[in-house]
């Protein structure tokens, strides 16, 4: 019943409820310089009324809750544009060290030492014959050499500073992880749906808003209050108080979790940009300056070093200096041991294509490896297209295949007293038929007399013997060895060996008496490479800096199709796991041709160089220079015979005028007492990639240097060349025009296939870290504008503004004053009754 007592309850509820306003007003007012913390207000409520006769009579106010001015929308927006910031802000701080080591300020620019090591060249031109121009041509390109090390220096330091802050921020991203599933308990264990932990939640929106910096979230919340925190590939971070960690390993960010037995399991989620946050962005550039990627900034930086070496060398290598070689000389660079993986791409998964990006080796993804039909038991195309995608991927593992070649079907054998003789690279190969044959016996007799004229072409004493060696076998063709049953089969008896295979001989005009017989073997005149249709359906890997390790998800099913699969291809293959690892002890080649840093360059098909012969009085031991053939030649050892064997041969001595021979893995020629030499026409490109008469060694922009040879010796600079009688004149410069015309080539080829002039390349490569940066810092500039904007906006919402939160203090302080009123208007009606009894 409404009366003095209902007053003086309405009143005090008043009073509680004004209170607590200030009090909320007070902590707004407290927290307005917090980082993150959100303005509150507490939300009032009439209490229920009572009836009456002449109707309901109000009981007043209470308090119903504290609640948040909380813009959701906009803080995930802002969760968003804080990572795309901070993702900015660290290629922007990255680039700026990069850039540093591209600098181009005078003194240090390339562009301009280059020039001036052409120039060099060009001065060396003119005055040949003087040492001063000489010493001066390799000053300046030790100048270029400092340069690139000092810039391939300075990109290691900063690569190494960026992958110290990833670390860190590893470190920091798994404590805010932790922390927030902490926070997530808490709340989960102390809200109700009227009463929730604004200050909790506080905090863990800045937790949020921390990690979001580090790399790009997407989160909700649950019904219990919690946030579940995802990466944006859809990786948990975050489920109600459980956390997950992240980790820097192989250069890539990876998902920690842990299985039902407790053990570790690393997932690789991302390694450049689309992770986002700092952890993106210093990913991006740090990729930018990985060793191995052809594509990047040190990669194309190694690329003009590379080239720069190879196309100097290649032309060095084709003169002379002023002087023969009188002492020892040694090649500057290794026919390193190289790991050699064969393996026989399975011909019943032939037609199965592997798609681009299944597997990786060393690190680099395969390209889409194309299947194709088997053809007589051998999966030749998908060999081809196999060794094509593995080279295009540029992985440090050189893939190839086997030279083979089948004659068509042989359907009619040889009748008695017939004959045929024709040649396999210049072996004279002879059959006659001693009585009428079947086809399958042509066909055994035929590889028979093939396989002996080789063995007897092979057999003489080393010092006597042929040179190169033909490392050619002729097998029965039996319908699953690439040729028809029943069919003539050659091929190269080395694995990875691609050398030509030449069919000579064989009988083409119809009219002569050998044509009807030689037609019956199925064999073509040709030279035959290995290409899509002349291989043995072999896989050869061939690596000398490192393992070989594939990576082809889960199982073997990849593995399966290049005959990889299955386990105990190497010592440590377990199979099954689409995983191998193969090293040199599990199988190589010692002093590989493969093993140089340019094998690639090389020649062999044809490919020889010429070496000229001198007494020490400077004439002619010689009246022509010897050719060395290097065709067939699979490791430095068969260069070392074929030099010994050809120089013996042309000077009719036993003992070689200029000895060659492998030690430590490389070419070291030695020339007697009474003789010296010199070198001239390299079609091979042997020379230059193996060392010997070069300017620079090296391969990289790390790895350059000047060749010992020219650097002690200015004589032996190439300026000239050996004219065709032998003779070296002093002042012939016609090498070192040709050096020179290099600046102006517009078609060196650079590692990842581009062609232009060098100056061209670098000038690409200076030109687009410029406009990353330009374009990186013109974003972060944006994207602070438009943070900035955001957070005005949300803060018009959950901001605290002192000029509200004064007039609200007013507003509160005078309704708590009225409050008070009422009790004392109640007591007087209470004292005016009382005094009337």
Request: hydrophobic share 40%; charged share 20%; no cysteine.
């Amino acid at each position: 019943m409404p009366g003095i007592g209902q007053v003086l309850n309405i009143a005090k509820e008043a009073l509680l409820a004004h209170q607590q306003s200030v009090s909320v007003a007070a902590h707004n007012i407290a927290n307005v310089d917090t980082p993150g913390y959100t303005r509150q207000s507490l939300a009032l409520t009439q209490s229920v009324p009572t009836p009456e006769g002449v109707g309901f009579f109000g009981n007043g106010v209470r308090s119903m809750e504290i609640n948040r001015h909380y813009d959701q929308f906009m803080v995930k927006r802002l969760t968003t544009q804080n990572s795309l910031l901070s993702d900015l802000e660290a290629q922007q701080n990255s680039m700026r060290l990069v850039e540093t080591s591209f600098n181009e300020a005078p003194g240090l620019a390339v562009n301009e030492l280059m020039s001036e090591f052409w120039a060099s060249w060009q001065t060396l031109s003119t005055y040949p014959e003087i040492m001063a121009s000489r010493g001066a041509t390799i000053q300046q390109a030790q100048l270029i050499v400092d340069q690139f090390h000092s810039m391939t220096a300075e990109i290691a330091k900063t690569r190494n500073d960026i992958d110290t802050s990833i670390n860190a921020a590893i470190n920091d991203v798994n404590a805010i992880m932790a922390q927030l599933a902490h926070i997530n308990a808490q709340i989960a264990a102390s809200e109700t749906d009227l009463k929730q932990q604004n200050d909790l939640r506080d905090r863990r929106d800045m937790l949020i808003e921390d990690l979001s910096g580090y790399l790009e979230i997407n989160y909700f919340e649950i019904d219990t209050g919690a946030f579940t925190v995802l990466m944006t590939d859809g990786h948990t971070l975050v489920e109600n108080n459980e956390s997950w960690q992240v980790d820097w390993l192989d250069d890539k960010l990876q998902w920690v979790s842990t299985n039902s037995v407790g053990s570790q399991i690393k997932t690789a989620v991302g390694d450049g940009a689309e992770v986002g946050g700092k952890l993106g962005g210093w990913m991006e550039i740090f990729n930018q300056l990985t060793p191995g990627q052809t594509e990047n900034y040190l990669g194309r930086l190694d690329a003009l070093a590379n080239a720069m070496i190879r196309e100097v060398n290649q032309q060095h290598t084709q003169g002379v200096g002023l002087v023969q070689f009188s002492e020892q000389l040694t090649s500057a660079d290794s026919a390193n041991n190289t790991t050699l993986l064969t393996s026989l791409v399975d011909p019943a998964l032939a037609t199965e294509t592997i798609a681009a990006g299944s597997m990786t080796i060393n690190g680099r993804e395969i390209g889409k490896i194309e299947g194709g039909v088997a053809v007589n038991g051998l999966a030749t195309t998908k060999t081809y297209n196999a060794v094509q995608a593995i080279n295009d991927a540029i992985t440090g593992v050189r893939a190839k295949m086997t030279t083979q070649v089948a004659g068509d079907a042989i359907t009619t054998g040889l009748a008695g007293g017939e004959s045929v003789s024709f040649s396999i690279n210049g072996i004279v190969v002879s059959h006659t038929a001693a009585a009428g044959e079947t086809a399958i016996q042509t066909a055994t007799n035929v590889v028979d007399a093939i396989n002996t004229a080789i063995e007897t072409y092979n057999d003489p004493p080393l010092h006597t013997g042929n040179v190169p060696p033909i490392t050619i076998e002729a097998v029965y063709g039996t319908g699953l060895n690439g040729g028809a049953d029943p069919s003539i089969v050659l091929r190269n008896t080395k694995a990875g060996d691609e050398s030509r295979i030449i069919i000579d001989g064989i009988e083409t005009d119809s009219l002569a008496a050998d044509y009807v017989a030689e037609n019956k073997l199925g064999l073509i005149n040709n030279t035959y490479v290995s290409d899509i249709t002349n291989n043995t359906g072999e896989l050869s890997l061939f690596s000398h800096e490192s393992e070989i390790t594939i990576k082809a998800g889960s199982d073997d099913r990849y593995l399966d199709q290049l005959g990889l699969g299955g386990g105990n291809i190497s010592s440590t293959d377990e199979g099954g796991d689409g995983q191998l690892t193969y090293e040199f002890s599990d199988g190589g080649v010692p002093f590989s041709m493969q093993g140089f840093d340019y094998s690639d360059e090389m020649i062999t098909d044809g490919g020889s160089f010429k070496i000229w012969l001198y007494n020490n009085d400077d004439t002619l031991a010689l009246p022509q220079p010897v050719e060395v053939s290097i065709e067939r030649s699979y490791n430095l050892q068969d260069v070392a015979n074929a030099i010994n064997v050809s120089i013996t041969e042309a000077s009719g001595e036993l003992n070689s005028w200029v000895n060659a021979a492998v030690r430590d893995n490389k070419l070291v020629l030695t020339p007697d007492a009474d003789h010296q030499f010199a070198f001239t026409e390299d079609t091979s490109n042997f020379l230059a990639t193996a060392g010997l008469n070069t300017f620079f060694t090296g391969s990289s922009a790390d790895s350059i240097g000047i060749n010992d040879v020219v650097s002690e010796n200015l004589d032996y600079v190439a300026a000239g060349t050996v004219s065709e009688n032998g003779e070296i004149f002093r002042g012939d410069q016609s090498n070192a025009l040709l050096v020179t015309n290099i600046q102006r080539d517009e078609y060196v080829r650079f590692t990842g296939g581009d062609e232009g002039t060098l100056d061209g390349y670098y000038n690409a490569l200076v030109g687009d870290i410029g406009l990353k940066g330009r374009t990186v810092e013109r974003d972060h500039e944006y994207n602070t504008l438009v943070t900035g904007q955001m957070k005005e906006m949300r803060d018009a919402t959950s901001g605290v503004s002192l000029d509200e939160e004064m007039a609200d203090l007013i507003k509160f302080q005078q309704a708590y004053s009225a409050a008070a009123k009422l009790i004392t208007s109640s007591d007087e009606m209470m004292r005016t009754l009382l005094d009337a009894v």
